[in-house]
């Protein structure tokens, strides 16, 4: 593959532009130390007639958030016939859709939260479930639009209600699920660790804690005992497959230990177009298993086809 003209898709118009466009540099610059062409293309809504100008060989697909990771991007390249990575049309549509993933991850044996689905105008003043819960967009990435309303909240969070919200009307409402985040990650048909995210000066694992130097610690492997470890391995395995992912996947859980907790393993979403940034969770998971940076895009490019 080395040689062939890869265009790597990056920016965007979604929240989520300032992490794909770290994504995708990161991911250009580490395949043209590979010996590919790479063409950068900050995609708008021209894309489709770009694409069809420039002909690559592969599209590296580092978009994030809506369009990007969605459905919407892989069907253009569908129709184009240009060869991408990451998921397909159908599988990235379901699992941005974090409601109907987590029907079919159900169906597979992949524990998830008690959730409903809710207006945003049509809260009001009383609780869609027992407080403490999590609210959040159903198609949005990044833990953008997440709010945590706590056990004594009187009332639904105040911001819903903001003439300048600035994402879905339609939100999930999850049962709060405390204790550790871990992650971990499929990369074809192979797991990869686990890791033990621990935010820093953040009450959960939000956009900061994410992408901010320092936001968070990386604890890899994972300290936790064989089986559950094995667990969630198991798990995100399950639930790549039961959602038809291809190439990478990241899926992201809570395990509750405390003594006084249930010992609950809930695997909160699964992320088919998981951050490529020098803080991101792949990578990491992947270097840990003797993969660096450079053989990963590899490897991506050379597993990119269509009728993903």
């Keep these: 593959?080395?040689?062939?003209?890869?265009?790597?898709?990056?920016?965007?118009?979604a929240?989520?532009?300032?992490?794909?466009?770290?994504?995708?540099?990161a991911c250009a610059d580490a395949l043209e130390s590979r010996g590919f062409r790479v063409t950068r293309v900050d995609v708008d809504r021209t894309i489709a007639h770009r694409l069809a100008d420039l002909r690559p060989d592969v599209a590296f697909n580092a978009l994030h958030g809506p369009f990007g990771e969605d459905g919407c991007i892989q069907g253009v390249l569908e129709i184009l016939g240009i060869p991408y990575t990451h998921s397909g049309v159908m599988a990235s549509a379901l699992a941005m859709n974090k409601v109907k993933a987590k029907a079919v991850m159900a169906a597979a044996g992949v524990p998830v939260t008690r959730h409903v689905v809710v207006n945003r105008h049509q809260i009001g003043r009383d609780h869609p479930l027992p407080p403490p819960y999590v609210l959040k967009p159903i198609n949005e990435?990044?833990?953008f639009g997440v709010l945590i309303v706590k056990e004594d909240a009187a009332h639904p969070p105040q911001e819903l209600y903001r003439a300048d919200w600035p994402y879905s009307d339609i939100l999930m409402c999850e049962t709060y699920i405390p204790g550790r985040e871990l992650t971990c990650?499929?990369?074809g048909d192979r797991v990869l660790g686990v890791i033990d995210i621990v935010p820093k000066g953040h009450g959960f694992y939000d956009f900061d804690a994410k992408y901010a130097k320092g936001?968070?610690?990386?604890?890899?492997?994972?300290?936790?005992?064989?089986?559950?470890?094995?667990?969630?391995?198991?798990?995100?395995?399950?639930?790549?497959?039961?959602?038809?992912?291809?190439?990478?996947s990241r899926a992201d859980f809570r395990f509750d230990e405390k003594p006084d907790g249930t010992g609950t393993l809930i695997c909160l979403e699964v992320n088919t177009q998981p951050g490529m940034t020098p803080t991101s969770l792949v990578p990491e998971l992947a270097a840990h298993e003797g993969t660096d940076f450079g053989d990963l895009v590899t490897w991506m490019v050379e597993d990119a086809s269509c009728s993903r």
């Design 215 to 248: 936001g968070s610690d990386h604890i890899l492997p994972a300290n936790l005992s064989t089986f559950v470890y094995q667990e969630v391995q198991k798990l995100t395995l399950t639930a790549h497959q039961s959602l038809g992912c291809r190439g990478v």
């Design 185 to 187: 990650a499929v990369m």
């Design 1 to 13: 593959m080395t040689g062939k003209h890869v265009a790597v898709l990056m920016g965007g118009w």
């Design 15 to 25: 929240h989520e532009r300032p992490v794909s466009l770290s994504s995708g540099n």
């Design 141 to 143: 990435g990044s833990s």
